[in-house]
């Protein structure tokens, strides 16, 4: 099946620095990817849709300039936390639309920590 | 927006048992209904979808019905097995946005 990596898995970081997550698809294209935040024993919620070539779009109540999302190839999103406060501690899933489906395949998520 | 909810929030069934989870979305217009399974700490996996265009699907011991008019669809999975233990998500999306929203989730154990 398709695969979707994520890069770093864990990361921890100070306050105020800002730490960038990179998106990949492995073997397919992905015109769109999403990225959610998910607490823990929580649901994922859905934070913007990154789109190949364009602006990302962001859901309402997400900081769009505090959370930065490059999509500039058909197979690599990134998510930039700047100025990373411990309450943007949380585990970050992204995930990858194959082209021609609807099907959405996740990655692996990444821990991010600040102190 | 889109509003997903599930229920339960939680279930525990014996072995071999069978369990169903239950969602209702709200949105007429969504049409691609997929379910997945997470284990702990790692990441969600599609375990079976529908479409708006059919109303049941089965994939060995796992199915999915959709019922439109009522804006319900519901995971059912038999002979439970210790390894089926995780969290379900439903989601419901549009197929030209693709947006997923998800329901709040299911932990499932399966006691053996």
């Known amino acids: 099946g398709a695969v979707v990596s994520q890069h770093p898995s864990r990361v921890i970081c100070k306050s105020g620095t800002s730490v960038k997550i990179e998106c990949r698809s492995l073997d397919f294209q992905a015109t769109t990817m999403f990225w959610y935040r998910q607490f823990p024993k929580q649901s994922l919620m859905l934070m913007a849709t990154s789109n190949e070539g364009s602006k990302a779009t962001y859901e309402q109540g997400v900081e769009k300039d505090k959370f930065l999302i490059n999509h500039a190839s058909l197979t690599l999103s990134t998510l930039t936390v700047t100025s990373a406060h411990p309450e943007d501690s949380s585990f970050y899933i992204c995930s990858a639309r194959d082209i021609g489906t609807d099907t959405q395949y996740f990655g692996p998520g990444t821990r991010l920590t600040v102190l | 927006g889109e509003n997903v909810e599930q229920h339960p929030s939680t279930l525990s069934v014996q072995e071999g048992d069978s369990a169903v989870i239950k969602c209702t979305y709200s949105?007429?217009?969504?049409?691609?209904f997929p379910w997945y399974k997470q284990e702990l700490g790692k990441r969600p996996q599609l375990i079976i979808d529908?479409?708006?265009?059919?109303g049941e699907k089965k994939d060995q011991r796992i199915a999915v019905t959709l019922n439109k008019t009522a804006k319900h669809f519901s995971l059912h999975i038999t002979e439970t097995q210790p390894e089926d233990s995780a969290v379900y998500f439903c989601a419901a999306s549009r197929g030209n946005f693709n947006k997923f929203y998800f329901g709040s989730g299911t932990k499932l154990n399966v006691k053996p």
């Open positions: 949105d007429s217009a969504s049409n691609y």
């Open positions: 529908i479409r708006s265009n059919v």
